[in-house]
Antibody, heavy 129, light 108 residues
């Protein structure tokens, strides 16, 4: 059974950096993109980007390009998302999610990602002075 | 960026009724790269439909997806009490991946 368990809630001051972890189990970690999304209160989800855990390749939404980094530790089957320069607009629930498509089944042209078939429980990040 | 517009914003129905939710894309998806999710309060979204019409294992067959190009539909055949929730569509035909604004299905 696939599980994604995220780190706990964070309260940060404006300008700070937050790092969220996502411990995975129940599937081949290196075989699927790991995505990060966020959801502000009362809003729909917003995709931030993905990481290929095996190669370390990433693809970020342009909106976050300058401020986000994503890493993966294959030995721990854990992904990490770091967001810098926090503002109050970054207050949201942050999710990691597993891509549905197995990377071995698609070619190198598969760079967009697809749908998300397993999600973490979410990590609340509050940015407040 | 592909913008997804969902309608209606809220659907008020009774258990046992049929629900029809719409998702329109700002540009045509050349392949049916559209997914639907259900989200209940305090929970992460759950994948219901991918590829516009395919159901993951474990999703009841009362959930049906259809459509192509720019117009997609999620139909819930007969609403069960646990189906009252918010539903989002998501496209993966282009980057960035984007979601619609959601349709709330509430008990009438």
């Amino acid at each position: 059974q696939v599980h994604l368990v995220q780190s706990g809630a964070e309260v940060k001051k404006p300008g700070a950096t937050v790092k969220v972890s996502c411990k995975t189990s129940g599937y081949t970690f290196k075989g699927f993109f790991l995505h990060w999304l966020r959801q502000a209160p009362g809003q729909g989800p917003e995709w931030m980007g993905w990481i290929n855990p095996e190669t370390g390749d990433t693809n970020f939404a342009q909106k976050f390009q300058a401020r986000v980094s994503m890493t993966a530790d294959m030995s721990l089957t854990t992904g990490y998302m770091e967001l810098t320069g926090l503002t109050s607009d970054d207050t949201a629930l942050y999710y990691c999610a597993k891509d549905r498509v197995r990377l071995a089944a698609v070619g190198p042209s598969f760079t967009t990602g697809s749908s998300f078939d397993s999600w973490g429980q979410g990590t609340l990040v509050i940015v407040s002075s | 960026e592909i913008v997804l517009t969902q309608s209606p914003g809220t659907l008020s129905l009774s258990p046992g009724e049929r629900a029809t939710l719409s998702c329109r894309a700002s540009q045509s998806l050349s392949f049916p790269y559209l997914a639907w999710y259900q989200q209940k309060p305090g929970q992460a979204p759950r994948l219901l439909i991918y590829g516009a019409s395919s159901r993951p294992t474990g999703i009841p067959d009362r959930f049906t997806g259809s459509g192509s190009g720019t117009d997609f539909t999620l139909t819930i055949g007969r609403l069960e009490p646990e189906d009252f929730a918010v539903y989002y569509c998501q496209q993966y035909g282009g980057s960035p991946l984007t979601f619609g604004g959601g349709t709330r299905v509430e008990i009438k």
